[in-house]
């Protein structure tokens, strides 16, 4: 196989990161909406546990851009 053929594979490979992080922030998201919709008075308490997991899984989602940039620009 030729190199930068996969070099191309590999980085494509590592985007599929970001879509998973995506998938994870919207069922985040959604599962915090659906228990505010049950108990509106714990919702703000939530917000913030929200928050944090949605950052968490976006910090996975960028550093799989990252590899798949080094792949691409680097090796």
Known sequence: ???AAAKLIGAGIACIGMGGAGIGVGHIFGNYLAGALRNPAA???QFTNALIGAALAEGLGIFS??????????A
Not at 65 to 74: C, D, G, I, P, T
């Open 1 to 3: 196989m030729d190199p």
């Open 43 to 45: 919702a703000g308490a």
């Open 65 to 74: 851009l990252v590899v798949a940039l080094l792949l691409l620009f680097v």
